[in-house]
Each structure stands twice: as structure tokens, then as C-alpha cells.
């Protein structure tokens, strides 16, 4: 990959098609993937553990894979959600044009990949899934999550799954900290070595009423 990145937003490396077949959301199929993404011979342990340990995703609204890359989240939240709107997000412009191309080829209309800035403003997510970036250091990862976790809905959750010796205690500790106010933050499970982390937004309380006298 030379000096690309996953990360990169328009890696320089070949292109380096390939086709794997995987299975997602009980649909076995093959995907198209390429060099200069983030896994693109499999689907990497962090996200089959995000997979296997979230309950379904909302049946409508709009959900949110952040950091799509080839879009295995994507693709199993539109199987799952096929009324919903899933958003998947990533700033590698290839990334996107393969989750475009796989979510073509597996007739799933509701997928729209685009990158960061493209998301219209006023959309609020059902659901946030995530095998976010972390190895694009601790202030890019920060100000993200700083972004995109206050666009849940009230009483929605953000799943996010981390490598436990990659830090996921201290980024649980820290979501713990910034999002102290209206959110919960918890260890929802643990499995080959990541934690899946879930942020729940709170509701907004209902105000006593009081009777008339």
C-alpha cells in the first residue's frame, strides 16, 4: 500500500479488484473489494464481533455505519433494515464506490455512501455502528466521535467495537467523560479480543404536570 492508508481519502496505490464471498445478515454472496481499504480479503474480526453481538438494527429511520470501508455493516443493516436508510460514511473515496458497487449488485437501494461532509445536517441516526479508526490517533478518532454520536436520537444507541489492547478501556473511559450528560456509556460484550461499547442517548424527561386546583 506503500504510504496509503486506509484512512487515505484517495489512496495512490493500484486499484487491485478482487472478488470474496462472505456472509452477512444470513445472505451468503460475493463482494468486489480492492487495495487501499481497510480489510479487504475478509471481513475482520472487530465487525464479524460487532456483527454477532448487536440486537437487529431499528426497522425504519436512518442508521449510520461510520467508517464503511467495503461495507460489510452497511450491507448487513440494509438486509436487516431493508425500509430504513443506511447511511455508510467513510472519508476513502474507493471505499465508498465499492459499498456503492456491492450495494448495487446485492439490490439494496437504501444504501447511500458518501463521504463525511455529504450527510445532510438535520439527519439524526436510529442506530450508529462502528469499527471506527483507530489507528488514525486518539484527537482524529476523539473529534469524531465527537460529531457523529451527538446525531442519535433520543433512546438510540451507538455500538462501536474496539480491540481491547488497542485501548478500549481508555476509550470507553473517555466516552464515559465527554458524554457524562444525557448518555449512557457501557461494555456491551467482549469476544476475541475487542469490546463492543454501546452509547445510549437518554430521553429528554418528561415534565410533571400539575393537577389543577
Known amino acids: 500500500m506503500g504510504s496509503d492508508h486506509y484512512f487515505t481519502a484517495s489512496p495512490s496505490s493500484a486499484e487491485n479488484l478482487r472478488r470474496i464471498r462472505v456472509s452477512l445478515a444470513g445472505r451468503t454472496a460475493e463482494v468486489t473489494t480492492a487495495g487501499g481499504i481497510f480489510s479487504p480479503d475478509h471481513v475482520d474480526a472487530g465487525t464479524s464481533v460487532l456483527l454477532a453481538n448487536t440486537?437487529?438494527?431499528?426497522?425504519?429511520?436512518?442508521?449510520?455505519?461510520?467508517?464503511?470501508?467495503?461495507?460489510?455493516?452497511?450491507?448487513?443493516?440494509?438486509?436487516?433494515?431493508?425500509?430504513?436508510?443506511?447511511?455508510a460514511v467513510d472519508v476513502n473515496e474507493r471505499a465508498l464506490d465499492l459499498v456503492r458497487r456491492n450495494a448495487q449488485e446485492w439490490g439494496l437501494s437504501n444504501v447511500h455512501a458518501v463521504l463525511p461532509g455529504e450527510v445532510p445536517s438535520d439527519v439524526m441516526f436510529r442506530t450508529i455502528h462502528s469499527n471506527p479508526p483507530i489507528r488514525v490517533?486518539?484527537?482524529?478518532?476523539?473529534?469524531?466521535?465527537?460529531?457523529?454520536?451527538?446525531?442519535?436520537?433520543?433512546?438510540?444507541?451507538?455500538?462501536?467495537?474496539?480491540?481491547?489492547?488497542?485501548?478500549?478501556?481508555?476509550?470507553?473511559?473517555?466516552?464515559?467523560?465527554?458524554?457524562?450528560?444525557?448518555?449512557?456509556?457501557?461494555?456491551?460484550?467482549?469476544?476475541?479480543?475487542?469490546?463492543?461499547?454501546?452509547?445510549?442517548?437518554?430521553?429528554?424527561?418528561?415534565?410533571?404536570?400539575?393537577?389543577?386546583?
Open 55 to 87: 440486537p437487529p438494527p431499528p426497522p425504519g429511520g436512518h442508521l449510520l455505519d461510520l467508517g464503511c470501508g467495503w461495507g460489510p455493516i452497511a450491507l448487513s443493516l440494509a438486509i436487516a433494515s431493508p425500509h430504513a436508510t443506511v447511511w
Open 137 to 213: 490517533g486518539k484527537n482524529e478518532l476523539h473529534s469524531m466521535l465527537e460529531t457523529w454520536i451527538p446525531r442519535l436520537d433520543e433512546r438510540s444507541d451507538a455500538w462501536l467495537v474496539v480491540q481491547r489492547n488497542l485501548g478500549s478501556d481508555s476509550l470507553q473511559r473517555w466516552l464515559a467523560a465527554t458524554f457524562e450528560h444525557g448518555y449512557v456509556v457501557s461494555r456491551s460484550s467482549t469476544g476475541r479480543g475487542f469490546r463492543v461499547l454501546k452509547v445510549r442517548r437518554r430521553g429528554t424527561p418528561l415534565r410533571d404536570t400539575v393537577s389543577p386546583t
